[in-house]
C-alpha cells in the first residue's frame, strides 16, 4: 500500500519539469530543494499545497537531500524520484507489497525506461541478465548498485548503515551506498515489474562537469571500500579521461576523510563485484572474427 510509503524528490531549479511531473506520483511527497534560485519551493507549495517542500537554502548534493527527506518521512518504506522522472501506476503498491514479504531485502531497483517514447535504459538491461543470480526467496535478481531514482528502500535498512554519504554529492553517489547495504548484510534486487520513467532534459548541465564529479566519486568509492589492487586500476583507468584527471585531483584532497572511513567490504562482497566487473567485460568484449 502507498500508505506504508513516502517518496523522497530531490530538486535544483527544475521548477517547470518538477511542477509537470508531481501529479504523476502516487504516494506522498516530500521535495527537498537544493538551493534553487528559480522559484521552485514556492510554486511547488502553491500549486500543491499538500506536498511537504523543504528548503536546504543551498546545493548541498542529491545524497544529502535524499537524506533529509528520509529522515522526515514516517513511512517503512521510501521511494526516491528525481525532479525528471516518475514511477509507474501500481509500481509503488507492488514494491510495498514486495518489502513487506522479504524483510531480508533493503533495496529494490525497477526498470527504467528513457524519454517519452519508453527506452529501456542499457543499465536496466544489464541487471537483467542476472550475473549474481537470484537468492532462495529473494523479490528478484541480486544486484550491488542502482540508479537512485529507480529504487525502493526500507527505511530502517538505509538508516542503519547512515544513507548516501553527503561527501560526493551528486552523480554516482549510489555505489557506496549499495555496497554498504551489502555489507550489513541486506539484499537488494532488480524487479522488473517495477518501472520508473525517466525524462531527462535534451540540453542539461555541464557535461564535463558531470564527468568529472563522477570520476571524483568513483575513485573515492574505491578507496572507502575496494583492496588496493582494485583502487589503483580505477586510479589507472580514471588518468586516461581529461576530466577525469581533474576528478583524480579532486579526490585526492579527500585522503583524510578517506583513511577515517575506510572500511573494506566482506570478502563475499567484494567477491560479487569482481563478478560484476568480470560480466561488464565480456558484455565489452568485441565478438571475434569469422573464420576464414
Request: with cysteine; glycine share 8%.
Amino acid at each position: 500500500m502507498t500508505s506504508d510509503l513516502t517518496t523522497v524528490v530531490a530538486t535544483r531549479n527544475r521548477r517547470d519539469q518538477l511542477l509537470d511531473l508531481l501529479p504523476r506520483h502516487a504516494a506522498p511527497v516530500i521535495v527537498v530543494d537544493n538551493g534553487s534560485d528559480d522559484g521552485t519551493p514556492a510554486a511547488v507549495a502553491r500549486a500543491f499545497p499538500h506536498v511537504r517542500v523543504v528548503e536546504l537554502g543551498r546545493n548541498a548534493g542529491a545524497g544529502a537531500a535524499r537524506n533529509v527527506g528520509v529522515a522526515l518521512a514516517d513511512t517503512p518504506f521510501v521511494a526516491f524520484a528525481d525532479d525528471d522522472s516518475y514511477w509507474a501506476p501500481g509500481s509503488l503498491e507492488r514494491a510495498a507489497e514486495l518489502l513487506g514479504a522479504h524483510p531480508r531485502t533493503a533495496l529494490l531497483t525497477g526498470q527504467v525506461l528513457i524519454g517519452r517514447e519508453g527506452r529501456p535504459d542499457p543499465i536496466s538491461a544489464g541487471m537483467a541478465q542476472a550475473p549474481l543470480g537470484t537468492a532462495p526467496g529473494a523479490p528478484g535478481p541480486a544486484v550491488l548498485g542502482f540508479l537512485a531514482c529507480a529504487v525502493v528502500l526500507r527505511r530502517a535498512a538505509y538508516r542503519q548503515v547512515g544513507g548516501f554519504a553527503e561527501r560526493l554529492g551528486t552523480y554516482g553517489e549510489e555505489a557506496l551506498l549499495a555496497m554498504d547495504l551489502a555489507a550489513a548484510g541486506w539484499r537488494l534486487a532488480y524487479v522488473p515489474e517495477l518501472v520508473a520513467h525517466h525524462l531527462p532534459a535534451a540540453t542539461d548541465r555541464d557535461a564535463r562537469a558531470r564527468r568529472r564529479i563522477e570520476a571524483r566519486n568513483r575513485v573515492l568509492t574505491a578507496a572507502l571500500r575496494r583492496p588496493g589492487r582494485v583502487v589503483r586500476a580505477v586510479v589507472a583507468e580514471t588518468w586516461r579521461d581529461p576530466a577525469g584527471r581533474a576528478g583524480l585531483a579532486d579526490a585526492a584532497r579527500e585522503l583524510g576523510w578517506v583513511l577515517r572511513q575506510r572500511r573494506p567490504l566482506p570478502a563475499a562482497v567484494e567477491a560479487d563485484l569482481a563478478t560484476l566487473a568480470a560480466a561488464e567485460t565480456d558484455v565489452a568484449r568485441p565478438a571475434p572474427a569469422p573464420a576464414g
